[in-house]
């Protein structure tokens, strides 16, 4: 697969120009914060100031910014460890956001959380969770509420290949399919699983087919192509507004980085090369360079604005205070 | 000479546990029915609260504490789950991130090692490492005990581990008053509680007011005043130290404390207490190894060192599985003449 | 499906005469087994003593007898809390089962374990759980032990159709598929879980079409039909023993008793009348009638001879005495 | 100000850690080669023991315990399993009961959850309720600890639910030499063992003999000698307790107890010194509520409350989940300076 195969798509007429726009840019805001998250870390790590771990999500940007795209604010989010690109296609603000990282006390958590625990319920956003799985229970908790209450909101959950493993998943989907939930589980298949290799994890190609023990319809796309993620996640999304239930949707994809900043990288180079290649961002700018709705002009300005945004992100986060230790017992107790 | 020793005691235990001076009540209910006038009143109350859990529906619960709900308040109020419990405490905690008030059943405290990771790990730090932006109005409420021979995969006790971590409330009522008053304020509250009732207790009666009432959170309950030594019983066991405590009267004069909730656990009526009577004795079914009694005894210790005139003292459970025969199952845990003679020699010392 | 369906099976030529004797004399055992153990029971409760929960497996004798035959002593058997059945297919003493339901020194366990928890090693009885579930994962290991010492034992686990909605389910299913273990997971779905029946668990038809799932072989089948049985589990065990992997069995079945002998029937009536028709029992018996394998008086003499049996394990059992309170510490430790 | 703090830390409690008067070893290893020699002699003597965990195979441990032990051993005994705890700790349950020897590998003790049924309901209980007919010779390591900003989710510790679960036993090592010592008596054990790795020790060196050894289970080891105070300490604390106590010396006369393992606890080890010093405190990372240090307060209470001569104490976590900002997580677990002070004003009382 490489970027030719864009051109062969149908689907592009699906969404409107400016939409296509802002998923670009939403594209380069991920990219531009994941540069400057790994930068910040070196820098204070070199200081000796441990931050926790990070997980970029490099390379798998297409994803978080379709379902940006698609997704209302009143829909809820699940995401990972590896969330910063799902935070901000939902609506996260980037200086909240790198102040966290930081610890800060103008972070999302006010320093409680890091980069793996963000919450902005107010946008929908249920935050990251730390524990491989953790989110897939707790989306059928959100989805059940929608139902519960009637309204049309719908529930994304992501999760990676590794999680799809875990007994969570299976009691995860097991429901979702027996109460016909609006919960949409997107498995972000990157192949990796920390080090181990998804024919370690899993004896199946498409994780997809167990959708089907589930009575939920299961789909295996290709992760790195905005318009075909664009087009599955939407029409997931229309089904489980009009109250027909769960969909699972396994996304191809690849993270450009080590599993988190602290690891060396152990995948063969000539996989990685292979899908450097098939980079997201440069496909889905080629696609609009292509189709005329972008020139390079505006393409390098839509780049240093998000650039500069994120800049000023960090500036913003490392001037913050750390939190003050007398409120270590805050909001322990609502 | 074993026979029906549970079933007297159980008996007996039930006669006394309708509260001295309470008899101006008309009403006597039992501990079921009391949470069951709880969950129903808090249901009529708030839309948002729901119940979840297996065989809760059409069966009305494994221990009859649902029965009749579905027919009140139908499929979507009383949601009847697979055998899922790490689906059951997810799905609740995520509900409750939502604003929904779920009240998850567990059918016993053994399977929740099934969903102890929403518990823990999601339910107890979710409003913590948010610092408050997610809140989550949870109760779980499950059934532990021992006494009715089920072995050890069905009678551990699980207190201690959730007083042992953050972010959870903690509650074990030891009668229908409490059972009734304490959930009702669980449901209310903005954190995850979990709501510990004891197996033996469903079938306790007791008399109750004719108008509803609330117990709070952290208020002990002194269910037997005394001076010469404290006796601090959670659940069942209250009913074993006031037994013990009967038994002993004339000769000495026994003061039965219930915390109700462990966490908030009411230490300050505790200490009083023994700064009163100079001795503490705790009594529980659960492990003594970093059980609760270890913790009230650590605390105590801090407030009321210098007037303490023996040795504190846990009577807990022994440090084995749960054996399955009656005559071990007994001996694994205190029985109210291990009460007595640890209550006599403690006075002696 | 009716008696009459198998006179049409062809597998009967696969079983000797003497294994088919063999088959209907251990449904017996059970069937007496259960019989006595309920009305031991009925007895103590009615003189005030407790005894903990008791789940009988009438009705579902044809799966626990088949594997029975099948089955090598160093072959590992894990069951459930209705294991009664499995544990004496697998050769276990009925006077020491007995004893360990009255919770008697004498018993499996020197009472300490009671009806979920009798274990033979010696014959591969791997015991009982008290958790929906429990065994799954444990049925992994025993399996992945007969791979890592190259043995050809096989492992089978027994689970209802409850548990096939737990996390454990499909942790153990996919390990078992990855590493291609020579364990056979049967599930005895007998439609109910406890009070909750089989479509208020699990949204598909057929629990074995989530083998595919796991790159496993699924199978669902008549669970009342010996011969049926006995094919399908005798291929799954061929193949596992040649290192070809595990497989997934579903049995259709039906318990003739409430969930526990506490619990009261609230099972639909008609329902249940339709399974009664379907008896396994008779329905094995009247088959090797026809087949002209046994007649009448022996088929009399059969039963009888087992029914003496288990008298002699019940009065066994009342006569043994209660364990020593003092060793109520023995055994914690290896 | 707070900038490398901890990696000032760690460093001096490195240096510290090599043993006084072990200079005549020769070989100097870190915490994480002492685990893995004790992993490979014990495969070496024994075909039975194999590894089974995550991300433990070609990459060696996100820790690198198991570094290099593929290529020695082969994946039939290096087994790389998928995310799934429960099957993790099942798998290694089952073969254990067959009469192999696993070593399970839980990557952050936090993800044990998913596997505590096969841990507690299972590992723990099997061979009392098979009255000794199943053995299960199981050791899950598990890594836990603060001090690396991870937040809550990866911050749990756990030995305190173990403790209160029979059947278990539990090791914590706080040094290179006591790690392999440990480890090997533990993977010869018969019973199933919880294993439990500070993160912020893998990196720590120290002096070792050149022969190999062994460490027995219950035994505590009296890692500095003292004469007015017991300090109990566990894991990574033991190096924080041994640092007070140097900055006091002098002054105060410290004496610091590592219990190594917490079942079986080497109580008299500890009542003996609280009977010379008169006074106890005990400090542990993990949370203070029904924690070790409670535990062990009512033991010595009950062995030695008449040699008392201030109230005996517990510096434990903080009760909240950890929280990711190092500011706050230093703050939220007991540091060198706090167990200055504590020890001061227990010495004044
Ligand atoms: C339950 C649990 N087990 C183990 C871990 C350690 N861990 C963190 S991320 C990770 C790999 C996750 O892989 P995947 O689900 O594919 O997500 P990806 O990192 O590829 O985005 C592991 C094993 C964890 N956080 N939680
Ligand atoms: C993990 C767990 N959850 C709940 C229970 C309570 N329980 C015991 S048996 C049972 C139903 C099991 O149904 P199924 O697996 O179909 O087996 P069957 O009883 O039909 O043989 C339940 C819910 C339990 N023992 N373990
Ligand atoms: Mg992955
Ligand atoms: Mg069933």
């Known amino acids: ?111 409680r959380g890091g980069s793996m625990h963000m919450f902005d319920p107010s946008i929908g956003l249920m935050g990251g969770n730390g524990v491989v799985g953790g989110g897939l229970t707790l989306a059928v908790g959100a989805a059940l509420s929608a139902q519960y209450r009637n309204t049309d909101q719908v529930c994304i959950c992501f999760f990676g290949d590794g999680a799809a493993a875990t007994g969570a998943f299976h009691e995860a989907l097991n429901m979702a399919g027996l109460w016909r939930l609006p919960v949409i589980y997107i498995c972000e298949n990157n192949l990796w699983a920390a080090t181990t290799p998804i024919n370690f994890g899993c004896p ?89 709705i972008l020139c390079r002009e505006e393409q390098q300005k839509l780049r240093k604005d998000v650039r500069d945004l994120v800049a000023e992100a960090v500036d913003y986060a490392e001037k913050c205070p750390l939190p003050d230790v007398n409120t270590l017992y805050d909001y322990v107790w609502a | 000479m074993l026979k029906s020793v549970l079933c007297l005691m159980l008996i007996l235990y039930m006669t006394m546990s309708g509260r001295k001076g309470a008899k101006r009540y008309m009403r006597e209910i039992t501990y079921t029915v009391a949470l069951r006038e709880a969950i129903t009143e808090e249901m009529e109350n708030d839309k948002n609260v729901f119940l979840i859990g297996e065989d809760i529906a059409d069966f009305g619960g494994v221990f009859g504490v649902t029965k009749g709900l579905l027919d009140k308040f139908g499929r979507n109020r009383v949601r009847q789950t697979p055998i899922s419990e790490g ?42 490492m948010s610092a408050g932006a997610v809140k989550v109005p949870l109760v779980v409420r499950a059934q532990q005990g021992c006494g009715t021979c089920e072995a050890a995969q069905h009678s551990q006790q699980l207190e201690a581990w959730f007083m042992h971590t953050p972010g959870l409330k903690v509650a074990m009522p030891s009668d229908a008053y409490d059972a009734k008053g304490l959930l009702k304020i669980a449901i209310r509250d903005d954190n995850p509680v979990v709501f510990l009732e004891h197996r033996l207790l469903y079938a306790t009666k007791q008399n109750v007011p004719d108008e509803t009432w609330t117990v709070p959170f952290g208020k002990a309950a002194i269910k037997r005043k005394g001076k010469e030594i404290t006796v ?20 000495i004069d026994v003061e039965v404390i219930d915390p109700r909730t462990l966490v908030p656990l009411d230490i300050d009526t ?50 084995i599985p749960m054996p399955f025969s009656r005559v071990l199952e007994e001996k694994a845990i205190p029985q109210e003449l291990d009460i007595i003679e640890t209550v006599e020699k403690m006075i002696k010392e």
């Not at chain 1, 589930?214 to 507004?241: C, F, H, M, Q, W």
């Not at chain 2, 799905?91 to 102890?116: K, L």
């Open chain 2, 232 to 251: 601090v019983a959670t659940s069942f066991c209250v009913h074993k130290a006031l037994a013990a405590a009967e038994k002993l009267s004339g000769k």
């Open chain 2, 87 to 128: 689906a059951i405490i997810g799905a609740a905690v995520g509900s409750a991130m939502t604003g929904i008030r779920p009240i998850a059943e567990i059918m016993y405290v053994d399977f929740i090692t099934f969903g102890i990771d929403q518990m823990v790990n999601q339910a107890a730090k979710l409003g913590y």
């Open chain 2, 270 to 319: 505790i200490t009083e207490s023994v700064k009163k009577t100079g001795r503490l004795l705790v009594v529980h079914e659960s492990v003594t190894q970093c059980g609760v009694g270890a913790e009230i005894v650590r605390q105590v210790m801090e407030k009321c060192f210098r007037s303490l005139k023996s040795v504190p003292k846990v009577l807990g459970g022994a440090s």
């Open chain 1, 1 to 111: 697969m490489t970027c030719q195969k864009f051109a062969k798509c149908l689907n592009r007429r699906l969404i409107s120009e400016k939409a296509k726009i802002n998923i670009l840019r939403m594209m380069y805001l991920i990219r531009e914060f994941e540069i400057a998250s790994r930068k910040m870390f070196k820098e204070h790590q070199a200081r000796g100031e441990f931050l926790g771990a990070l997980h970029n999500c490099d390379g798998q940007e297409a994803i978080a910014a379709s379902m940006g795209a698609i997704f209302r604010k009143d829909d809820y989010v699940f995401t990972t460890f590896r969330g910063h690109g799902h935070s901000l296609a939902k609506g996260a603000e980037p200086k909240k956001m790198m102040a966290e990282l930081l610890g800060r006390a103008a972070g999302y958590s006010k320093g």
């Open chain 1, 204 to 292: 199946i190609k498409d994780i997809s087919d167990r959708a089907a023990g589930y009575n939920i319809p299961g789909k295996s796309i290709d992760g790195n192509d905005v318009y075909i993620v664009y087009e599955t996640l939407n029409e997931a999304v229309i089904k489980a507004r009009k109250g027909e239930g769960a969909t699972l949707i396994e996304c191809k994809t690849y993270r450009h980085h080590p599993h988190c900043m602290v690891m060396p990288e152990h995948r063969p180079k000539d996989e990685k090369q292979a899908w450097l290649a098939k980079d997201p961002i440069s496909c889905f700018e080629n696609m609009l360079l292509q189709e005329n």
